[in-house]
């Protein structure tokens, strides 16, 4: 099941991987409203007959003001995106989880919420909450045999990554060891892996993937 808010973008890729001989569906899903949450997972439940994977892929930049700079409108919509939005996503999810019999919980964090940058403040302090957030929900229910990990990736050449400029990205690349962006299937392979059985034994971590960035 795929949640989004741009609901065209989000039905035409259902259609492509049902083209592909997948079961997939689309459902409107603005991750700040615990409304469409409930419904949400409601959906996953009646259709799959259980939900027992979630992964809170749902961000967005913001703002790129530092502190002093940033305003409360734009702190509180990125702050409602990444930090409410994956804390809404777990209190819905795992009671459904529980009924399953045990989940896999994967919270896409970032570089930028294990070290720090210049500016981009509210982004900052809503990717570091999700690393603490994940860690405190996969030690609370451990004993419902759910897991919960984070992936934290570097510059990933999304059309989220080029809204940022090229200069920007430029930027991150030359501080990046292997001197590339990645593409979105390498943080994909990590995500498969978290959510699998294979990771039976992983829980309240993160997975960085950023080409060699948090090495130096």
């Known amino acids: 099941m795929l949640g989004d808010v741009r609901d065209e973008l989000g039905e035409s890729t259902a259609s492509?991987?049902?083209?592909?001989?997948?079961?997939v569906r689309y459902v409107h899903l603005d991750v700040a409203s615990a409304t469409q949450w409930a419904a949400a997972?409601?959906?996953?439940?009646?259709?799959?007959?259980?939900?027992?994977v979630l992964v809170n892929n749902a961000g967005i930049v913001g703002s790129m003001a530092?502190?002093?700079d940033e305003t409360e409108e734009a702190w509180?919509?990125?702050?409602?995106?990444?930090?409410t939005g994956v804390w809404l996503g777990m209190k819905y999810a795992i009671p459904a989880m529980r009924a399953a019999g045990g989940g896999s919980i994967v919270n896409t964090c970032s570089i930028w919420?294990?070290?720090g940058a210049e500016t981009y403040i509210a982004y900052q302090a809503s990717k570091g909450a999700v690393q603490l957030?994940?860690?405190?929900?996969?030690?609370?229910?451990?004993?419902?045999?759910?897991?919960?990990?984070?992936?934290?990736?570097?510059?990933?050449?999304?059309?989220?990554?080029?809204?940022?400029?090229e200069e920007s990205n430029a930027a991150v690349v030359a501080a990046t060891p292997m001197r590339r962006g990645a593409q979105s299937a390498e943080i994909s392979w990590g995500v498969l892996y978290l959510v699998s059985d294979e990771a039976s034994y992983v829980t309240g971590t993160e997975l960085v993937i950023d080409g060699g960035f948090l090495a130096q």
């Open 16 to 23: 492509q991987l049902r083209d592909e001989g997948l079961d």
């Open 41 to 52: 997972v409601d959906f996953a439940q009646q259709n799959w007959g259980k939900l027992d």
């Open 66 to 68: 530092g502190v002093v």
């Open 76 to 83: 509180a919509g990125t702050i409602a995106v990444n930090q």
């Open 113 to 115: 919420g294990v070290v």
């Open 133 to 165: 957030m994940t860690k405190s929900a996969a030690l609370t229910y451990v004993g419902d045999k759910i897991r919960v990990n984070s992936v934290c990736p570097g510059l990933v050449m999304t059309p989220l990554a080029e809204e940022e400029g």
